[in-house]
C-alpha cells in the first residue's frame, strides 16, 4: 500500500514532532517498498508516425501525410502495488511526416504517465495521458517558429511484457486537440498562411532495460 502525506503547519510542537516522526516513518517505508516493487531504467525504440493535416490558406485543401519511421529514447520509472503499477517516463522523440514529397520534422519532450496492470504472466497493459512539448519543427527545410501551443496533452495505450530486467512494449500514442503550425509557403507565394496540424499520431515500438 502507498500512502501520501501532506505535512500541514502546527502551533502546537508535540504535533509537529508527531508529523516529523510520520514522515520519516513513510519515508522509510516508501524506499523500502520501493527496492522490493518498484525500479528505474532506460528505453529506446522505433515510432511509426504521422502528424496531423496540411492546409493552404486558399481553398482549405487537406493533404494527409505518409507515414515515416522515427526515434526514441528515455527514462522511466516504476511503481508497482500487488498486480497495478504507475509508470512515469520522459522521452525524446524525433518524427518525421511526408507531405506530397514535402518533409515536416519534428524533435519534442514527451512525459506519459502511465497507469498499469498485470494480465497474466510477464504480459500487461496500460494507459495514461501524454504531455508532449515541442522542442524544433522544421517544413521543407524551414525552421517553424509559429506553433499555436508548445505544450499539449495526447494519450498512450499499449501492452508489453518483462523477461527480467528486459521488456518490450507497443502502444498507440494519439493528441487530444489540433495544433496548428503557421508558416509561410515558399512555393506559392499567394499562400502566405499555410497551416499543419502537428498533433501526433503513432505506433511506438520500445525496448527498455531496468537498472
Do not use: C, W
Amino acid at each position: 500500500m502507498v500512502s501520501f502525506l501532506i505535512l500541514l503547519p502546527y502551533k502546537n510542537e508535540n504535533n509537529m514532532k508527531k508529523t516529523l516522526l510520520l514522515a520519516v516513518f513513510a519515508l522509510v517505508s516508501i524506499t523500502a517498498f520501493a527496492q522490493k516493487e518498484s525500479g528505474f531504467g532506460i528505453k529506446a525504440g522505433l515510432n511509426y508516425n504521422a502528424n496531423g493535416d496540411y492546409f493552404e490558406s486558399v481553398g482549405e485543401a487537406a493533404s494527409d501525410p505518409d507515414r515515416n519511421i522515427g526515434y526514441h529514447v528515455g527514462i522511466y520509472g516504476k511503481l508497482g502495488v500487488s498486480r497495478l503499477y504507475f509508470r512515469p517516463e520522459l522521452i525524446y522523440t524525433k518524427t518525421k511526416s511526408d507531405y506530397n514529397g514535402n518533409s515536416f520534422n519534428m524533435s519534442k519532450l514527451d512525459a506519459p504517465l502511465l497507469l498499469g496492470i498485470k494480465v497474466i504472466g510477464p504480459l500487461h497493459l496500460f494507459a495514461g495521458p501524454a504531455f508532449q512539448y515541442i522542442l524544433n519543427t522544421e517544413f521543407d527545410g524551414i525552421d517553424i517558429n509559429t506553433i499555436e501551443n508548445d505544450f499539449s496533452v495526447g494519450m498512450h495505450i499499449g501492452a508489453g511484457v518483462n523477461l527480467g530486467k528486459l521488456g518490450i512494449d507497443l502502444r498507440y500514442e494519439r493528441g487530444f486537440s489540433d495544433n496548428e503550425a503557421r508558416f509561410v509557403n515558399t512555393n506559392i507565394t499567394s499562400l502566405p498562411d499555410s497551416r499543419l496540424d502537428t498533433r501526433p499520431e503513432q505506433l511506438i515500438l520500445s525496448l527498455s532495460l531496468k537498472l
